[in-house]
């Protein structure tokens, strides 16, 4: 891409529907976001790049600000990526952001914070254009009584009870700082925000609010399954489509958001 192209590091913001995909990370057993954009940049820039996320979505996951680091070195400007790797991705995979940053960040291990968004369609009969993107309860949630519930998942807490096997934390301790429910509609948006999150926590806690809004547990389950750490105090795992990834930080980022 020409002589004067010099190595550097690019933090990458992605959104994708994750319907058609594996998730994130590679598999044996269909396309993932990952080789996608490892795909679209060894196009643009001629040689394989490898791409590191910041979370790990499963399959069916969506996301509208996946954070992920890439090594290049082409003769293309760092806020160019965009423009040149969407040209080379499918439809349902879009690069917002690219920016240059140090070479040692890292997109997983540096994330400061993140936002999750949950989506119920609450509504007797499925939406036909809503299918992908939320999960289909046909009986009317008790709201008031899934917030109640939610109170007790606000601060530092160890919330072992809340991760599904598989996965690889070195600690179950996590802090929740913000979680909001609202109804519009037919639809039940959940936001959650904390430092990070277990495998499968966000469905979990999702699946235990449904759960309660439907008086199949009571309002005083999070709370308990907390002490316990029992996963059996808990309700069902939500489905994947109705989960997205909303936002990933990072601490340079909130710098220079308070500094401008």
Same mark, same amino acid.
């Given at each position: 891409?020409?002589?004067?192209?010099?190595?550097?590091?690019?933090?990458?913001?992605?959104?994708?529907?994750?319907?058609?995909? %594996? !998730?994130?990370?590679?598999?044996?057993? @269909?396309? &993932?976001?990952?080789? *996608?954009?490892?795909? =679209? $940049?060894?196009?643009? %820039? !001629?040689?394989?790049?490898?791409?590191? @996320?910041? &979370?790990?979505?499963? *399959?069916?996951?969506? =996301? $509208?600000?996946?954070?992920?680091?890439?090594?290049?070195?082409?003769?293309?400007?760092?806020?160019?990526?965009?423009?040149?790797?969407?040209?080379?991705?499918?439809?349902?995979?879009?690069?917002?952001?690219?920016?240059?940053?140090?070479?040692?960040?890292?997109?997983?291990?540096?994330?400061?914070?993140?936002?999750?968004?949950?989506?119920?369609?609450?509504?007797?009969?499925?939406?036909?254009?809503?299918?992908?993107?939320?999960?289909?309860?046909?009986?009317?949630?008790?709201?008031?009584?899934?917030?109640?519930?939610?109170?007790?998942?606000?601060?530092?807490?160890?919330?072992?009870?809340?991760?599904?096997?598989?996965?690889?934390?070195?600690?179950?301790?996590?802090?929740?700082?913000?979680?909001?429910?609202?109804?519009?509609?037919?639809?039940?948006?959940?936001?959650?925000?904390?430092?990070?999150?277990?495998?499968?926590?966000?469905?979990?806690?999702?699946?235990?609010?449904?759960?309660?809004?439907?008086?199949?547990?009571?309002?005083?389950?999070?709370?308990?399954?907390?002490?316990?750490?029992?996963?059996?105090?808990?309700?069902?795992?939500?489905?994947?489509?109705?989960?997205?990834?909303?936002?990933?930080?990072?601490?340079?980022?909130?710098?220079?958001?308070?500094?401008?």
């Amino acid at each position: 891409m020409g002589n004067t192209a010099q190595p550097m590091r690019l933090l990458l913001t992605v959104s994708y529907d994750g319907t058609n995909y %594996v !998730g994130w990370q590679y598999q044996e057993n @269909g396309p &993932s976001i990952q080789q *996608a954009l490892e795909e =679209a $940049l060894e196009k643009a %820039v !001629g040689r394989f790049c490898r791409v590191t @996320g910041a &979370s790990r979505t499963d *399959a069916g996951v969506h =996301a $509208l600000g996946q954070r992920a680091h890439v090594d290049v070195c082409a003769s293309i400007p760092p806020e160019k990526y965009p423009f040149v790797l969407n040209r080379y991705l499918p439809e349902d995979i879009r690069v917002t952001e690219t920016r240059q940053v140090k070479d040692d960040f890292h997109a997983r291990f540096m994330a400061a914070g993140k936002l999750y968004t949950y989506r119920i369609h609450n509504a007797p009969h499925a939406s036909a254009i809503l299918r992908n993107c939320t999960a289909h309860v046909p009986v009317t949630l008790d709201v008031d009584a899934m917030r109640a519930c939610a109170k007790a998942l606000i601060g530092t807490h160890d919330f072992a009870a809340f991760a599904a096997a598989g996965g690889q934390a070195k600690t179950t301790v996590r802090t929740i700082d913000f979680f909001d429910i609202a109804r519009d509609g037919e639809e039940i948006t959940l936001r959650v925000h904390g430092n990070g999150f277990l495998y499968n926590m966000v469905r979990i806690i999702a699946g235990t609010l449904i759960d309660v809004g439907h008086g199949r547990l009571d309002v005083g389950c999070m709370a308990r399954a907390i002490e316990s750490k029992n996963r059996l105090d808990l309700g069902v795992t939500a489905p994947a489509r109705g989960l997205e990834l909303t936002r990933v930080e990072y601490d340079f980022e909130r710098e220079e958001a308070s500094r401008a």
